[in-house]
């Protein structure tokens, strides 16, 4: 999924009177990085994401954590911002806003502040209604519980890692496998990053607001890598940032393209 994609696909459905208004979750690794300097205030679309642009998102009730699957699974079962969510509508129904909803999951994904692990939940668009009633917008959500964790303690796992649980678990070979692949997509964006800018840690590391200023551009540079060195997968797509920023830093497709095929050579 790509931010201007999206982006442009609501503004059209709000142009159309699609809808009135529409609440939008997003659970993904840097899924901040698809609204934050894209949704506009003012389409009526309100977006929460599980994640800033600059982070991982995270798994819950995975293998050998604490409030771990039954033994009978091998992978996690939930992502940590959508399970909350969830939970929390189940919990206390159409009793909260979006707002207070919010705030709940923002806390309890972010181990109440303390980022011990977890990940920044974040909130894009039009925000003048989140003072309504979730079940406007979910359907009539009576309580179906009165529990509602707080947190997982030492639950939850980054969801860049949550694969190598089932495979530790059931494929060691494959799980070498996968380790070397991850080695070998770093070693092709540090060459890619050297080769084409003066500033490679910059360039691999910086998240600027917006994230990508050249859409074109970062769409090209993600299918030539992906053509031209393999798929990136779930690992690899932590590495948008260095492909946005050559972009950034007025790297053409072309010449990006051109350092891609003689590194992966």
Not at 96 to 119: A, H, Y
Not at 188 to 197: D, E, F, I, V
Not at 218 to 246: F, I, P, Q, S
Request: charged share 20%.
């Amino acid at each position: 999924m790509y931010g201007k994609d999206i982006v442009s696909t609501l503004q059209a459905k709000a142009a159309a009177k699609g809808f009135a208004q529409l609440v939008f979750y997003l659970e993904a690794c840097e899924s901040g990085s698809i609204f934050e300097g894209t949704l506009p205030a003012n389409i009526k679309v309100y977006a929460t994401t599980a994640a800033n642009a600059d982070e991982s998102s995270w798994g819950c009730y995975c293998p050998g954590r604490t409030q771990g699957p039954p033994t009978e699974y091998n992978t996690c079962l939930g992502d940590l911002y959508s399970v909350a969510w969830m939970e929390n509508t189940d919990a206390l129904g159409r009793k909260e806003t979006l707002e207070t909803q919010f705030t709940d999951v923002k806390n309890r994904v972010s181990q109440n502040g303390t980022f011990e692990q977890g990940s920044h939940v974040m909130q894009y668009g039009e925000l003048d209604f989140d003072g309504e009633a979730i079940d406007l917008f979910i359907g009539d959500t009576k309580a179906v519980s009165n529990s509602l964790p707080t947190h997982y303690g030492a639950g939850v796992i980054s969801n860049r890692d949550a694969n190598l649980v089932y495979l530790g678990l059931k494929h060691p070979k494959r799980l070498i496998e996968t380790l070397a692949r991850r080695a070998e997509i770093d070693a092709h964006m540090l060459a890619l990053a050297s080769r084409l800018t003066n500033k490679a840690h910059h360039v691999m590391t910086t998240v600027a607001h917006g994230v990508t200023e050249d859409w074109e551009c970062y769409k090209a540079n993600v299918e030539a890598y992906e053509t031209t060195c393999g798929r990136l997968g779930d690992y690899g797509m932590k590495h948008g940032r260095t492909l946005a920023n050559l972009c950034n830093e007025g790297v053409s497709a072309k010449e990006a393209k051109e350092a891609m095929v003689s590194i992966c050579a």
